[in-house]
């Protein structure tokens, strides 16, 4: 972690900043991924937070507009969308807590959109991989930008972070957070979920997304397929996002893998079905009249 005043000054504002959107995200993700996790606990979970239950019957009532009855409480809704349609409706609802708000330059529609579509790639990747928790790959490709929201909204007076989305390439915007923050948006994100106690491997694939396949088989990582499936899905996003053009990827993150080129068509496959119900939960969240920011 860099070690410049400027650099501390930005840190410190990540100890201000509550951490109980991050918390409840986590707290739903190991219940996500306990195989013997029941239909009581999920309902208990989110009945123990007011904004999430209110939430989720938002979510649960615009699934259901087809059918007439409004949806008013939690056991409805596991009615109606059963155990799997109400997991993903907390998914969606605890991770739009983290990253959405009104503040910045960063117009958190499209941010959210763009998070999503690396986060059903990394979590298709890791499916077709038999990775055991492919909720690691989903969630290393949702966050793996949130240092970018850290800084535009904790660290940046007004639209300062607008220079950074105007830069011309990746490595001029990391550049140029240094200067004007002392840390980039990888340091900050990786200091603030170490912060906030989340798992080590999603500090560690957040922290360095935007590492060379080459420098990802030299460094000692908690889960080195997480982070490069997050990679890999950074690169391939562009694929399910209409205004994204697609970068280069690098064969030797596949290699790292073990998928081929060829596979890629189904794993997008998948994605895409994963990302069109997220979508919809999003717009779901939108204010009434608004146009996105
Ligand atoms: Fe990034
Ligand atoms: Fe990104």
Redesign the pocket.
Known sequence: MPDNSKAQQTLGLIRDIDPEAIRLAFRFIELFNKPDSSVKELEEFVRSNDVLSLRVLKMVNTFATANAQHITTIDLAVGLVGYKGLREAVLSASSISILTGERGAIDTISFWT??AA?ACIARALAIHCHHPHPEHGYMAGLL??LG?RLLDVYASEGDEYQAVLDAMSSEEARALEKTLYGVDHCEIAEYALKQWGVEPFLADAVGR?HMRAEEIKHSAITDRAVLTYAIIA?AL?FHLLEDEEGGPLDQELLVLVGVSEAELPAILVRAREYFGSVRVNLESLRPQGAAGR
């Open positions: 763009h998070a690396c793996h930008d970018r997304h950074i996003a």
